[in-house]
């Protein structure tokens, strides 16, 4: 099977479908993925598609392939045309916010904090931009 990711505004995953392998291939049986866009135009109209791996995670191939865009993508995730990746959502801390300080990491397609966390029992606090010990949620 292959797999595509319907993208919305801003690159943002709408879908993600599969679709039979020979419905990617030239006359030639050539895997292409621009014959499986061809092919998902046509039988849904929408015109915005990327094909993905559901193998790669963190750019890494589970079954020790070759990684493609990063990541297998899920709804709410971003295509990102510059890197030609799948990433994540930009993580939220301890009290639901927006964790700015992270980095994108292009490689992996997941956003890194700008400190290794000390401990299992630590979470991130983006107000005080430092990992915080939760220890007392495990008691």
Known sequence: MAHFAKLGLNNIV???????NIDTMTDEGVEQESV???KLVESTGHSTWKKCSF?????VHL???TA???NYPSVGWTYDSTNDIFTEPRPTDKDGDSCTSWTLNTTTGRYDPPSAAPSYQ???DQSANAWVDNSAAYS
């Open 14 to 20: 709408e879908e993600v479908v599969f679709i039979k």
């Open 36 to 38: 499986g866009v061809a």
């Open 55 to 59: 193998n790669t995670r963190a750019n």
């Open 63 to 65: 079954k020790g392939g």
């Open 68 to 70: 493609f865009r990063a």
């Open 122 to 124: 630590h979470v991130w």
